[in-house]
């Protein structure tokens, strides 16, 4: 989270034409994770105007993409590939060490869904004529549609958080820029993200107890115990 941290300061000098500084944190961004890279040639998005209906559009077809499976056997063959390639001590070692999983995620429909859908609500509660041209609201875009895509391949949400990260930025301007959504849609923005808070506490909760607190996510808090 340090390297996306940093990758929102790039979003930001970047969509201020400040480039050299822009270029400097996407350096630092670099240094603290290497798939910090993949944001550079999104950053050219600032110039492409995101129309409603092109945004639901994107959902939309990565959404039948993620969910039909498609990608499964495309993703098996490139792992193998390199793997094939790959030494005990090269670069493609050290990535495929790093994502030495299950290319699947292993949930069905349903649980896909659930994954993908806040996301997804998110994106299209917040979209605003002001947050259109937003550079942090066209990331946050991106990475929703390439969690939908490649929702059977685990580490790829590594790398769609260097995008949604821009969701920080993204839904403040929906609610206090100068064009922010209207009242009845801000009042489902708001119920969603406290139902949202409130499905994500009780999840951590019920995988800390279902697992003697032994959970892959061992997040602790006042709420999450």
């Not at 994770?33 to 105007?49: D, G, Q, S, T």
Request: glycine letters at 4%; hydrophobic letters at 55%; proline letters at 3%.
């Amino acid at each position: 989270m340090i390297s996306a941290s940093f990758c929102l300061l790039v979003v930001f000098y970047f969509e201020k034409d400040k480039i050299k500084i822009a270029l400097f944190f996407l350096i630092v961004a670099f240094l603290f994770h290497p798939y910090a890279i993949f944001i550079a040639p999104f950053l050219f998005v600032k110039r492409i105007e995101f129309k409603y209906v092109y945004v639901m559009v994107a959902l939309g077809v990565s959404l039948i993409i993620g969910l039909s499976g498609i990608l499964d056997s495309i993703m098996s063959i490139l792992q193998f590939f390199l793997a094939s390639l790959s030494s005990d001590d090269g670069v493609l070692y050290q990535i495929l060490k790093y994502a030495d999983r299950d290319v699947g995620s292993g949930w069905n429909i349903v649980g896909k869904l659930a994954h993908l859908l806040p996301t997804i609500v998110m994106v299209v509660l917040t979209y605003t004529s002001e947050n259109s041209q937003s550079l942090f609201y066209k990331f946050f875009v991106i990475g929703a549609v390439i969690l939908n895509i490649f929702v059977d391949v685990v580490y790829c949400e590594r790398i769609a958080t260097f995008f949604t990260i821009s969701e920080i930025i993204a839904v403040p301007l929906a609610f206090y820029g100068q064009t922010p959504v209207r009242n009845t849609r801000r009042s489902y923005l708001i119920i969603f993200m406290i139902l949202t808070m409130l499905l994500y506490v009780y999840n951590i909760n019920f995988l800390n107890g279902y697992t003697n607190n032994n959970t892959p996510v061992p997040y602790k808090s006042i709420l999450t115990n």
